[in-house]
């Protein structure tokens, strides 16, 4: 009966559909396969058909309602110009946006700014906005255009090697 009441709550808060990624409490996830009024089955990526019933789930995780925002980082060498680069990011995004195959999953263009500075290392912060599953095509469109960009400014991807410089001791 719980199953049944808590189902109901789901279905009325229209909370998945099927289709829809969702990961609920008890750490099971998939895309939504099928809705009855006790349970939801859920297809994990791997294959396997989960039947969770609706009083087991708690809080659902739906990762594929409306939008999502994929987010990712560029680690570049210490000496690069942080405004050439975020400029360059912006360029490719706007690129993108105008490239009828990709841009047409966009939502809000590619945009990048320097996150953070490790030792030897800069890292900076990229991130769109896209339908949900688009993801995927748009992020690694968006690497090929970056790294197609870099090359064209001479600049590699930072190597992760950290050089220490060691003071000599003092004389004496």
């Keep these: 009966m719980r199953d049944v009441i808590a189902g109901i709550f789901f279905l009325a808060e229209d909370a998945f559909r099927i289709g829809e990624y969702i990961e609920s409490g008890t750490s099971i996830k ?8 006790r349970t939801v089955a859920l297809r994990h990526h791997n294959g396997p058909l989960h039947f969770v019933p609706y009083g087991a789930p708690g809080t ?5 309602r409306d939008w999502v925002i994929e987010k990712f980082n560029l680690p ?13 990011i912006k360029k490719v995004g706007e ?26 290392v800069k ?15 748009v992020r690694a469109q968006a690497f090929k255009r970056i790294e197609a960009a870099l090359k064209a400014m001479g600049v590699g991807f930072a ?5 220490v410089l060691l003071a000599a001791p003092p004389p004496g």
């Excluded at 659902?60 to 594929?64: A, G, H, I, L, Q």
């Excluded at 570049?76 to 360059?88: C, F, H, Q």
């Excluded at 890292?123 to 095509?137: M, N, S, Y």
């Design 123 to 137: 890292i900076f912060r990229c991130k769109f906005r896209t339908a949900p599953g688009k993801q995927f095509d």
């Design 95 to 120: 690129d993108m946006l105008a490239d009828p195959d990709i841009g047409s999953l966009m939502i809000e263009p590619l945009k990048g700014k320097l996150y953070r500075i490790d030792p030897g």
């Design 30 to 37: 998939g895309t939504v396969e099928r809705i009855t009024l």
């Design 60 to 64: 659902v995780r739906n990762t594929s």
């Design 159 to 163: 190597d992760g090697s950290h050089t």
């Design 76 to 88: 570049l060498p210490i000496g690069v110009d942080s405004e050439k680069i975020r400029k360059m």
